[in-house]
């Protein structure tokens, strides 16, 4: 899977992967953005909660039908300082509906357990290389 994220000037920019969807990201005024796209950070939790919330709901597809209503609500606590990593982030699931509680908690386990890959690619090794001019450079950090 490819992702290829352009510069748009400033601080924005649009990414855009195989699936041919389009996702713009901007950074807050008091970052230099114009507020024209969700943070990166926003979307890090967005493609938490949608990955977990798509694995939640194919595990309990049998029992759609008993739900009315499904929200995640996805909280980030960051580090004050640079680099403001994520130090925690906790998923919620809102439910209403005739569903048996115990199985809403074997989906999310199966998810973070077995399925999401979002959830496991943060715990993943990140590597990074330059294209300068169309010649790869030697690594200086």
Do not use: Q
């Not at 969700?38 to 909660?49: H, K, Q, V």
């Not at 919330?53 to 009315?68: R, Y």
């Not at 386990?109 to 990140?126: A, D, M, Q």
Request: hydrophobic content about 35%; overall charge negative; glycine content about 10%.
């Amino acid at each position: 899977m490819i992702v290829t994220t352009t510069w748009n000037k400033g601080r924005k920019f649009t990414a855009k992967g195989d699936s041919g969807f389009e996702l713009n990201m901007d950074a807050t005024p008091a970052y230099g953005g114009v507020g024209e796209g969700a943070t990166p950070t926003e979307m890090l939790l967005a493609s938490l909660a949608g990955c977990i919330g798509i694995d939640a709901t194919m595990i309990l597809n049998p029992h759609l039908d008993k739900i009315e209503k499904l929200e995640i609500i996805t909280d980030g606590t960051r580090r004050e300082e640079a680099p403001k990593d994520f130090t925690a982030m906790n998923v919620t699931f809102v439910v209403d509906g005739t569903v048996d509680s115990s199985k809403i908690w074997r989906a999310i386990r199966l998810s973070e357990e077995k399925y999401c890959t979002v959830s496991n690619s943060l715990k993943g090794e990140i590597t990074y290389d330059v294209v300068l001019n169309g010649e790869k450079t030697a690594r200086e950090m």
